[in-house]
């Protein structure tokens, strides 16, 4: 697929999906790597149009510089975003109870903390990302697993097992296990199946680092 073809898909593929306000994004697409532009009324929007792109046939990475400019409704005070992030953080039962910090400023959210499990690390990002006043959320939160001493046969052999079930051309990924670090080589044909790698690396027990090495080769 050529980049003109490629830009079309992207801008068809978010105009498509209804959760993305789109009439303001724009995108340009150079050997494969694909840039969106513009602004958005929410930072949901920018995270979502980023979702959108990745997973378009052909792209091989995602480079996104969406401006999040709020409307006066969805202005809040960072008294008042820090203490609806606090009380969603609450709620989730993905997400430890008292292991998450949140310091706020201009609507820029920062998580800091503490969690046993790559996706409890996400679940608290995830929840933080939909409220109202959020401009950006920088993801501090550091994955530190019960302290086991971690055998990274068992991590790399878990890793690849999950590979198999979650990617047909799970062959072309090589996993590296140092310590509880994980190292991610080799390529996958998009840039969907490289986020799915990733997320499959941290999903196993043990792992506190995941270090993303992947080319991305349509």
């Known amino acids: 697929m050529n980049d003109k073809t490629l830009r079309q898909a992207v801008m068809d593929e978010l105009a498509y999906d209804p959760s993305i306000r789109s009439e303001h994004i724009a995108?340009?697409?150079?050997?494969?790597?694909?840039?969106?532009?513009?602004?958005?009324?929410?930072?949901?929007?920018?995270?979502?149009?980023?979702?959108?792109?990745?997973?378009?046939?052909?792209?091989?990475?995602?480079?996104?510089?969406?401006?999040?400019?709020?409307?006066?409704?969805?202005?809040?005070?960072?008294?008042?975003?820090?203490?609806?992030?606090?009380?969603?953080?609450?709620?989730?039962?993905?997400?430890?109870?008292?292991?998450?910090?949140?310091?706020?400023s201009s609507g820029c959210v920062t998580l800091t903390g503490k969690v046993e499990w790559g996706f409890q690390r996400l679940a608290a990002e995830n929840n933080v990302r939909k409220l109202h006043g959020v401009v950006t959320v920088a993801n501090q939160i550091v994955v530190q697993p019960r302290r086991v001493p971690p055998n990274t046969q068992n991590i790399r052999q878990q890793i690849l097992d999950a590979l198999r079930r979650n990617l047909m051309e799970h062959t072309a990924v090589d996993v590296k296990a140092d310590g509880s670090r994980v190292i991610l080589t080799g390529h996958v044909s998009d840039y969907a199946q490289r986020r799915v790698a990733e997320r499959v690396a941290w999903s196993a027990a043990g792992v506190e680092q995941v270090q993303d090495n992947l080319a991305v080769i349509a």
């Open 27 to 104: 995108v340009t697409a150079v050997n494969g790597v694909v840039t969106l532009l513009g602004h958005v009324p929410r930072y949901l929007d920018k995270v979502d149009a980023e979702h959108a792109a990745s997973r378009v046939a052909g792209v091989r990475g995602v480079a996104n510089d969406i401006v999040v400019k709020l409307p006066e409704e969805l202005k809040e005070s960072d008294e008042v975003i820090a203490s609806r992030a606090l009380q969603s953080l609450a709620w989730d039962s993905a997400v430890p109870k008292n292991q998450i910090q949140v310091h706020v």
